[in-house]
């Protein structure tokens, strides 16, 4: 177990080595520089700024000071909000990020599994169509219309939650409802058809066989080796959503660091842009990294070892 | 001799696109007390079917229960609700089915998959279980139970597997036990020591069984009576010896010719049935096994044929025992076989289909 995770942790390293080596390349080959603008800058200034930030060195130099930074979790001065580090604004936007993306994770886990319980369990039934119906149009439906949506029907003319802003847990009803519908209608999705995969297996006929209840089965048998492919989509889905959605920051004012990166894409904030996904990339890495080691943990013929095969 | 089981007219259908496929059509058998019956015939001629319905196991839709009573315990199990069954599977009947690398489940622990029956069943507690459970695994033989009772299905062989289900299937120690080809994943060897344990136990635990299986060659070491199945039928039934020594159905004939027997070298005696069986969803007029029976004669492919009562307990459903029928001789290998058998009535009689 424990060659496993510092293997895997090896991996981890150099994935992110890579990342950044791209991001920064990619950066500099972008045409434009952080403060070409509408306005032209003086020469004299537009020097300085670029010997402040140390933009005049030669690349390498550049690059090496970069690496050497991040490994010191600094992600460097913002070039746009002066006074600001990268460290502070992902410090400012994740928390209210990682809150709003905790809330529809759990929104997304829960009810799509049991939507897809459900479907599985009535297979061809109305029960099934609806939650299917349901589910298609959680994954068609774009986030940002489901949050006009929402916010008309349930905030407008129900008035049962605020229609945005950021400030008690009423305020992040509706943002979590928006920002889950999709993963929860993949999630419903594909519960059921892991599911149904699973009810067909033989040792669900031993179960029957043993006396045990439809719902005893469905509990003890079938979720459990049904959720494994769920759970391996979570890691990707939680990194996604965990680091906030621009659209639905926007839309309901919240100020996360989806709605940070987004503007500092625009900004040509260098600086914010690269540290920003980093710091996703390690985010993704590590939640991948999570999700295997609970898949080992739920599923005992998967091995967690450092070798090849077994142990 | 009382009886446990007695299955009486059954007939299973199975609602497909390609319309109905009549998977079983009318078998009538009875198990008694200690007893174990084989059913034996190819591959699809309804003995999953037949053992399955019994545990009311079929998934319904598209299988139905056209007709028929089981009547176990003097209880139709044919007329049981789905809630009902719950209390008799694991505990009245366990079973046992052919693939030990899929019957268990595989995120598990054996150990828990036994305990689920005691629990259910016998309503002990999770501590009383799990030490029933390591007496079980050692019952069955599996060495070092109390290690393995923690271990998951993965970590087990494939005939420890099966030595597994059985522990699970007796569990509650039932009064019947069906095992559906419980040895056809198994390498030979495998196969025999699994026998041999379903005997032992047999005897130890007084339980009856259904033993289901394609190959005659090990139905002699197990079995008191010998039901064989074509094409969703009983076409011949009786003792072992009877099956053995004395057979009289030409598929029958073409079982046991087919069979690898110790006393012949001749391996080029060794044929298989030509032909495949009946398409069930519409099954041919008169005998279904008419197309591919060398001795088939006219009236074959016009009426089935009633069933014969060649002694107390021997069975068989062909023309050929008709008296107006002629006198054929059974393949070489059979004949080989044949033995006189005093039980036999000086005639065959025809027996009416209600019996
Ligand atoms: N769920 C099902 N749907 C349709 N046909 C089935 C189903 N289960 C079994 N059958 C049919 O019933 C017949 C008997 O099958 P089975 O009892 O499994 O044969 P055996 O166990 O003797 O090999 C076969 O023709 C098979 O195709
Ligand atoms: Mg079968």
């Excluded at chain 1, 600086?271 to 996703?280: E, L, P, Q």
């Amino acid at each position: 177990m424990l060659r496993y995770i510092s293997r895997r942790l090896l991996s981890i390293l150099l994935s992110l080595f890579l990342i950044i080596t791209a991001t920064f390349f990619l950066m500099r080959a972008a045409p434009g520089g952080p403060f070409s603008g509408e306005k032209k800058l003086p020469p004299e200034i537009e020097k300085n700024l670029n010997e402040y930030y140390g933009l005049d060195r030669p690349w390498y130099n550049q690059y090496f000071d970069y690496l050497v930074s991040i490994a010191k979790w600094d992600f460097g001065p913002s070039f746009k909000y002066k006074g600001q580090t990268v460290n502070d604004l992902i410090n400012d936007g994740f928390p209210v990020s990682f809150f709003l993306g905790m809330e529809s994770l759990l929104l997304a886990v829960s009810l799509g599994i049991l939507l897809g319980v459900i479907a599985a369990l009535n297979h061809n039934k109305w029960q099934d169509y609806g939650a299917m119906i349901f589910a298609v149009l959680g994954i068609s439906v774009p986030s940002f219309i489901m949050a006009s949506l929402l916010q008309y029907v349930l905030a407008i003319k129900l008035g049962l939650f605020p229609v945005a802003r950021w400030e008690s847990l009423q305020h992040t009803v509706l943002p979590a409802l928006a920002l889950a519908a999709t993963p929860m209608a993949f999630i419903a999705r594909l519960t059921r058809s892991s599911m149904l995969e699973v009810l067909s297996n033989d040792y669900i006929r031993t179960a029957k066989a043993k006396g045990l209840s439809k719902g005893q089965i469905t509990v003890k048998h079938a979720i459990r080796n049904a959720l494994l492919p769920v759970v391996t989509y979570l890691g990707p889905l939680s990194a996604a959503v965990l680091t906030g959605s621009f659209v639905i920051e926007k839309i309901f004012g919240i100020p996360g660091l989806g709605s940070q990166f987004v503007l500092s894409i625009s900004n040509r904030d260098y600086t914010t842009i690269m540290g920003v996904t980093v710091f996703y990339s390690i985010l993704l890495l590590f939640s991948v990294l999570l999700v295997d080691i609970a898949y080992g943990l739920i599923d005992p013929r998967i091995k967690l070892a450092g070798g090849k095969k077994g142990e | 001799m009382e009886k446990l089981l007695e299955v009486k007219d059954l007939q299973v259908s199975f609602q497909t696109y390609g319309g109905e496929v009549q998977a079983v059509r009318g078998v009538s058998f009875h198990l008694n007390k200690g007893e174990t019956l084989a059913i034996v015939g190819e591959s699809g001629s309804g003995k999953s079917v037949t053992s399955q319905t019994i545990m009311r196991l079929i998934p319904t839709p598209p299988g139905k229960i056209k007709s028929g009573q089981i009547i176990f315990n003097g209880e139709d199990l044919a007329k049981k609700t789905d809630k009902e069954m719950e209390a008799i599977r694991g505990k009245d009947i366990g079973m046992i089915f052919q693939d030990p690398m899929t019957s268990l489940n595989p995120t598990m622990k054996v150990g828990h998959q036994i305990m689920e029956v005691l629990i259910k069943h016998l309503k002990m507690d999770k501590a009383a279980a799990k030490e029933r459970a390591i007496e079980l695994l050692r019952l069955v033989g599996i060495p070092m139970p109390e290690k393995r009772v923690n271990q998951y299905p993965h970590e087990f062989s494939g005939g420890m597997r099966q030595r597994a289900m059985i522990a699970v299937a007796l569990a509650s120690n039932p009064k019947l036990l069906i095992a559906d080809e419980p040895t056809t994943a198994l390498d030979v060897t495998i196969q025999a020591q699994i026998l041999e344990l379903m005997k032992d136990l047999q005897k130890k635990m007084g339980t009856s069984i259904i033993f289901i299986t394609h190959d005659l060659g090990v139905v002699a070491n197990v079995a008191d009576r010998v039901a064989v199945m074509y094409a969703g039928k009983i076409v011949e039934m009786g003792t072992v010896d009877e099956i053995f020594y004395d057979p009289r159905h030409p598929y029958t004939w073409g079982l046991l010719a087919s069979m690898p027997s110790l006393d012949s070298d001749d391996k080029a005696e060794l044929a298989a049935i030509p032909g495949t069986p009946p398409d069930l969803t519409n099954p041919p007029k008169g005998d279904a096994f008419a197309p591919r029976n060398p001795y088939a004669m006219k009236i074959d492919f016009e009426l089935e044929p009633p069933m014969f009562k060649i002694s107390d307990t021997h069975y068989a459903a062909t023309w050929l025992l008709h008296p107006d029928a002629p006198k054929v001789e059974p393949p070489e290998a059979v004949k080989k076989r044949l033995r006189q058998l005093s039980s036999n009535y000086p005639q065959p009689v025809i027996v009416k289909e209600s019996e």
